[in-house]
């Protein structure tokens, strides 16, 4: 899988030579665990933790006007945290994630465009450790948080033109991820609410 997402990774590179306009954006996750085994933490309830964002996208003009395609790759970090006087639990997790999906220049005031943005991020783990009391896990092979999470995402973003450089941007996304071939009873969803800042350049094809 890691191999796949890497030679999808340079050939969106190369090919952004050919598109309307290459992005570059960073920012922070806001996540909450929802674990279906709350047995387990009865006491001890889970508090969102915070994590950071990185991606390179591009976009293509579609058939219709002011729809575009909006195609990315991006390493995205999912925190969270739970504990009482007696236990403490905390959980930090990077996954590298494809991203496909639509953007509509919904409306266009003076040198601002109100963007609002649907789409799918397919993201695999990269790196996942657990701490219990002082005691820190390796959780990348864990099911619960291992194999495709299919992350589908709504957002809204703001841009600002630039002269005839690009734009500068300020977005809010949410997304919740599931998983499809979950088997056991145990799992967990992440749920994420990402304010996002980007620089946009116009490639000239």
């Known amino acids: 899988m890691k191999q796949k997402l890497l030679i999808l990774f340079v050939f969106l590179i190369f090919y952004t030579a050919r598109s309307q306009e290459i992005s570059f954006a960073t920012g922070t996750n806001f996540t909450q665990y929802n674990l279906k085994n709350p047995e387990n933490y009865v006491g001890t309830p889970l508090q969102s933790g915070s994590g950071s964002f990185y991606e390179i996208a591009y976009l293509l003009p579609s058939g219709k006007e002011k729809l575009m395609y909006d195609f990315g790759v991006g390493l995205n970090e999912y925190s969270a945290l739970a504990g009482t006087l007696a236990n403490s639990y905390k959980w930090n997790t990077k996954y590298l994630g494809l991203r496909a999906g639509f953007e509509y220049e919904f409306i266009e005031i003076k040198n601002i465009k109100l963007v609002p943005i649907v789409g799918m991020n397919f993201s695999s783990i990269i790196y996942g450790k657990q ?7 390796d959780i990348t ?38 998983k499809p071939s979950l088997t056991n009873k145990e799992y967990l969803t992440i749920s994420s609410n990402q304010i996002v800042f980007g620089l946009h350049f116009n490639v000239n094809n």
């Open 141 to 178: 092979n864990n099911s619960e948080f291992s194999g495709l999470k299919l992350i589908p995402y709504l957002g809204f973003k703001a841009k600002y033109r630039i002269k005839d450089l690009g734009y500068l941007s300020i977005g809010y996304n949410h997304s919740t991820t599931f």
């Open 131 to 137: 701490e219990i009391n002082g005691a820190v896990y």
